[in-house]
């Protein structure tokens, strides 16, 4: 079983950048893939980013590219999304997501994700 909470969302202005963290427990942690996915009221729930078990391979939606950036430690348990260049339409709640598998097949499937946080608000201002 693994648990996740996420943390570092807030409001930032067009241009900024915040760091969302993604804390998890349970040993299986380093042994699964990691994904976040970003929802806005009225619509579904879409991939951002994923990364594998060991971090050698790392997936980007096309709106991100270039903008953001997903990374994980295994040693802390924990995985990152640093965001950077913002823009109003990156507004939503972001979740992080694990599988039990190491590699991120199906990346944007939600039903292909074990365990989910209760996600974190991010508000970019124009």
């Known amino acids: 079983q693994v648990q996740l909470v996420e943390s570092g969302g807030g409001l930032v202005q067009a241009g900024g950048s915040l760091r969302l963290s993604c804390a998890a427990s349970g040993r299986t942690f380093s042994s699964g893939a990691m994904g976040w996915f970003r929802q806005v009221p009225g619509k579904e729930r879409e991939v951002v980013a994923a990364?594998?078990?060991?971090?050698?391979?790392?997936y980007y939606t096309d709106s991100v590219k270039a903008r953001f950036t997903i990374s994980r430690d295994n040693a802390k348990n924990t995985a990152y999304l640093q965001m950077n260049s913002l823009k109003p339409e990156d507004t939503a709640v972001y979740y992080c997501?694990?599988?039990?598998?190491?590699?991120?097949?199906?990346?944007?499937?939600?039903?292909?994700?074990?365990?989910w946080g209760q996600g974190t608000q991010v508000t970019v201002s124009s």
């Open positions: 990364i594998t078990a060991s971090g050698g391979t790392t």
């Open positions: 997501a694990a599988k039990r598998s190491p590699y991120i097949y199906q990346v944007a499937s939600t039903r292909a994700y074990d365990y």
